[in-house]
Nanobody, 127 residues
Framework: QVQLVESGGGSVQSGGSLRLSCAVS????????IAWFRQTPGNEREGVAV???????SVADSVKGRFTIAQDNAKNTVYLQMNNLKPEDTAMYYC?????????????????????WGQGTQVTVSP
């Protein structure tokens, strides 16, 4: 059974940085996409960044230039490096995985493309 566990959230001031981690276990597929989403109360989950098993990435325009997604295959972990954080980045951040063998990098993608989800980690950015 696939398990995704997020960590690294917390409270920072505007302009600060955080690195979120998503540890993935329980899978045997070599072709995958893993993404970070965020959600605020009353709103839908917003895709932030995605990486596939070939290392290709896509980052949402709203965070481009500030957020970076990367993976460490030896540790089965995907990271979201968040720099120059703003109060509007405050949200619950989730990682999600798709092991269907297709990539969404380079095209439109959203929450419905991912079947496996973590529990989330809270990020709070104060002015």
């Amino acid at each position: 059974q696939v398990q995704l566990v997020e960590s690294g959230g917390g409270s920072v001031q505007s302009g600060g940085s955080l690195r979120l981690s998503c540890a993935v276990s329980g899978y045997t597929y070599w072709s995958y996409c893993i993404a970070w989403f965020r959600q605020t109360p009353g709103n839908e989950r917003e895709g932030v960044a995605v990486i596939d098993s070939d290392g290709r990435t896509s980052v949402a325009d709203s965070v481009k230039g500030r957020f970076t997604i990367a993976q460490d295959n030896a540790k089965n972990t995907v990271y979201l490096q968040m720099n120059n954080l703003k109060p509007e980045d405050t949200a619950m951040y989730y990682c999600a995985a798709d092991f269907s063998g297709r990539t969404v990098v380079g095209g439109a993608w959203g929450a419905s493309d991912f079947a496996d989800w973590g529990q989330g980690t809270q990020v709070t950015v104060s002015p």
